[in-house]
């Protein structure tokens, strides 16, 4: 078995982290690859830098759109997509040179999913942290999929993000970053997908995903200290639960309410300092 992944690496004005990046992506263990370079119509020289390693790669393809954001990006590297699987890449992030051989491997007749863990870097800070590595339990045998899924979102924070995770194509292609938000896009798509796919989620728990905090996308965060943008994902959440929910989807709801909170708290407080 060896079947064709999709990378989809949304670009806009990363130049000066993009060919890390893209040296993580081409030198993976797995080499069966698509890789989908969006450029996001960038000011500075990303586009070049994406042409210039189409050329060296002919697993590269370079799609040149006009400004409109990068959940425009994501959504025309999925109708561009043509793997088996799918996977999003962040153009200031890299990836370990196994992440997507394990996250491969973690999948079996009944996975929809499997999600990685961080290795989070705090670049002005200097300091490494591996994140997400812990061990979570199974959905039980008579916990509805929705109870789970909200049971994962308020233990901790490794299914909010679209980038380290290899999704099923098929089931991807079917949804849509939602580019009417500046704010927890990914989550909705996560969400959504979640919601479409029959199977079980499996967990790698290695540090695969190399996040980059403190680069010029990755500090822009004043969207998350507007307590509004945290009730509208809340009010989407409750959508995606649909009517009359379990006690047990109730329960796990208002613990990632306070989860929410918390969060919209600490945004604050950073954006202080």
């Known amino acids: 078995m060896n079947p064709k992944v999709s990378i989809i690496v949304p670009i806009y004005n990363t130049a000066k982290y993009l060919p890390k990046c893209l040296n993580s992506i081409t030198n993976q263990t797995h080499q069966n690859l698509e890789i989908l370079l969006v450029d996001d119509g960038s000011t500075d020289n990303s586009g070049q830098i994406a042409d210039d390693y189409a050329k060296k790669d002919s697993r590269i393809k370079v799609i040149h759109q006009k400004n409109a954001g990068q959940s425009t990006a994501r959504n025309n590297g999925l109708k561009k997509a043509s793997g088996k699987y799918i996977s999003f890449i962040d153009s200031d992030d890299q990836i370990d040179s196994h992440f997507i051989e394990n996250l491969l491997s973690a999948y079996n007749h009944n996975t929809s999913i499997s999600v990685c863990g961080i290795h989070y870097k705090r670049l002005h800070q200097k300091t490494t942290e591996n994140v997400y590595i812990n061990n979570l339990r199974s959905r039980k045998k008579n916990e509805t999929k929705k109870a789970y899924v909200l049971y994962l979102l308020a233990i901790d924070g490794r299914m909010y993000s679209s980038v380290n995770k290899l999704y099923l194509a098929d089931i991807a292609k079917k ?15 996560v969400l959504d997908y979640l919601n479409k796919a029959k199977g ?58 306070l989860r929410w909170h918390i969060s919209y708290l600490r945004s604050k407080r950073r954006a202080k300092q």
């Open 175 to 189: 949804c849509t970053f939602d580019t009417s938000l500046n704010f927890a896009e990914d989550t909705k798509f």
């Open 200 to 257: 079980e989620i499996s967990f790698v728990l290695e540090p695969l995903y190399i996040y980059n905090y403190g680069t010029e996308t990755s500090t822009i965060r004043s969207a998350a200290t507007i307590w509004q943008n945290w009730q509208n994902q809340y009010n989407d959440l409750k959508k995606w639960l649909g009517q009359n929910p379990t006690l047990s989807e109730k329960f796990w709801l208002h613990l990632v309410y």
